[in-house]
T-cell receptor
Framework: SQQGEEDPQALSIQEGENATMNCSYKTSINNLQWYRQNSGRGLVHLILIRSNEREKHSGRLRVTLDTSKKSSSLLITASRAADTASYFCAKGTAGNKLTFGGGTRVLVKP | EAGVAQSPRYKIIEKRQSVAFWCNPISGHATLYWYQQILGQGPKLLIQFQNNGVVDDSQLPKDRFSAERLKGVDSTLKIQPAKLEDSAVYLC??????????????FGEGSRLTVL
């Protein structure tokens, strides 16, 4: 089973717009991570937020975590064509284990 | 710093044949993972090694899949015999161990398997 289910499954926006995707999970976590995957490539780590954190920023990325709702969101501001990719959230648990969700496919149109 | 190396990048085989994938993690990374990613889905963990010991192989189809990590460094994943549903990208990743909690994973480019 896949923990960390993303919503929406696909997203199409214009360059310059913001993109928001959400992730829900079922059991307790140590941290929540977001990864990007360009077509035909491996996954690249974007950001990690610990269970005791509520918000984190990295460049044009903003991640929030609500442990009471077991949900997280990733916001990409001022999107660019190069942001076109699949984005995955992953639940981090003890034992160095990471469980991925199904991903959100983002298309940024120039 | 060299990244995670995987080979081959692409492999096409007939069903019931065997195939092996190789992974060389980032130097010094104690934890190594093999994930299976079917087209349009997220990666699914097949096996996780801590040094050369298996931490989690609960989702590895052990009747056909096997994996080993020699001397706690390189790893191979083997499928024998392959089925059509094994067509997927096999991703290798590595990470450092941070007091037992999951940290950032570094992924290789993946090995794409097509079973005909």
């Amino acid at each position: 089973s896949q923990q960390g289910e993303e919503d929406p499954q696909a997203l199409s926006i214009q360059e310059g717009e913001n993109a928001t995707m959400n992730c829900s999970y079922k059991t307790s976590i140590n941290n929540l991570q977001w990864y990007r995957q360009n077509s035909g490539r491996g996954l690249v780590h974007l950001i990690l937020i610990r269970s005791n954190e509520r918000e984190k920023h990295s460049g044009r990325l903003r991640v929030t975590l609500d442990t009471s709702k077991k949900s997280s969101s990733l916001l990409i501001t001022a999107s660019r064509a190069a942001d076109t990719a699949s984005y995955f959230c992953a639940k981090g648990t003890a034992g160095n284990k990471l469980t991925f969700g199904g991903g959100t496919r983002v298309l940024v149109k120039p | 710093e060299a990244g995670v190396a995987q080979s081959p990048r692409y492999k096409i085989i007939e069903k019931r044949q065997s195939v092996a994938f190789w992974c060389n993690p980032i130097s010094g990374h104690a934890t190594l993972y093999w994930y299976q990613q079917i087209l349009g889905q997220g990666p699914k963990l097949l096996i996780q090694f801590q040094n050369n010991g298996v931490v989690d192989d609960s989702q590895l189809p052990k009747d056909r899949f096997s994996a080993e990590r020699l001397k706690g460094v390189d790893s191979t994943l083997k499928i024998q015999p392959a089925k059509l549903e094994d067509s997927a990208v096999y991703l290798c990743a590595s990470s450092t161990l941070r007091r037992g909690f999951s940290g950032e994973l570094f992924f290789g480019e993946g090995s794409r398997l097509t079973v005909l």
